[in-house]
């Protein structure tokens, strides 16, 4: 049992290894960035089709939302699905309280916090019912 402990778990870190590669090449053009893990790998509970849902945020993202897809998909490596938003937008979604982005990085792992916006994160999912 303990052997597929420990598997289970070298095959979470590979695909949190994979976010965190994302993450360092959009920070090589973009700058400062804060990325998440969230969805079934944050949790734990991903199987062999799940992806690795990312959450990027920059101040400097393309405001066409396929011109920011394309970008984001250009560093993504196989299996990382990113998602991004400009701090702004980001800032803006916790004061609204956006019950949408809050449920879905109540289970998240920081993977890069260059903009120092995990507090602000921690405190609205604190809020949560």
């Known amino acids: 049992?303990?052997?597929?402990f420990e598997e289970r778990k070298a095959e979470r870190e590979e695909r949190l290894s994979r976010a965190k590669k994302f993450?360092?090449?959009?920070?090589?053009?973009?700058?400062?960035?804060?990325?998440?893990?969230?969805?079934?790998?944050?949790?734990?509970d991903f199987n062999l089709w799940s992806d690795v849902d990312v959450l990027l945020i920059a101040e400097k993202l393309p405001e066409?939302?396929?011109?920011r897809a394309a970008l984001l998909f250009r560093w993504a490596p196989a299996?990382?699905?990113?998602?991004?938003?400009?701090?702004?937008?980001?800032?803006?979604?916790?004061e609204k309280k956006d019950a949408q982005l809050?449920?879905?990085?109540?289970?998240?792992?920081?993977?890069?916090?260059?903009?120092?916006?995990?507090?602000?994160l921690s405190l609205a999912v604190q809020k949560l019912p």
Do not use: N, Q
């Not at 066409?64 to 011109?67: A, C, G, I, N």
């Not at 699905?81 to 701090?87: A, D, I, M, N, Y």
């Not at 809050?102 to 602000?120: F, T």
């Open 64 to 67: 066409h939302p396929l011109d």
């Open 23 to 44: 993450a360092e090449e959009a920070a090589k053009t973009l700058g400062a960035v804060t990325a998440w893990v969230y969805g079934s790998v944050a949790r734990g």
């Open 1 to 4: 049992m303990r052997k597929v």
């Open 102 to 120: 809050l449920c879905a990085l109540k289970d998240r792992v920081l993977i890069r916090d260059d903009l120092r916006l995990e507090p602000l």
């Open 79 to 94: 299996g990382v699905e990113p998602r991004g938003l400009t701090k702004s937008e980001f800032e803006k979604a916790l």
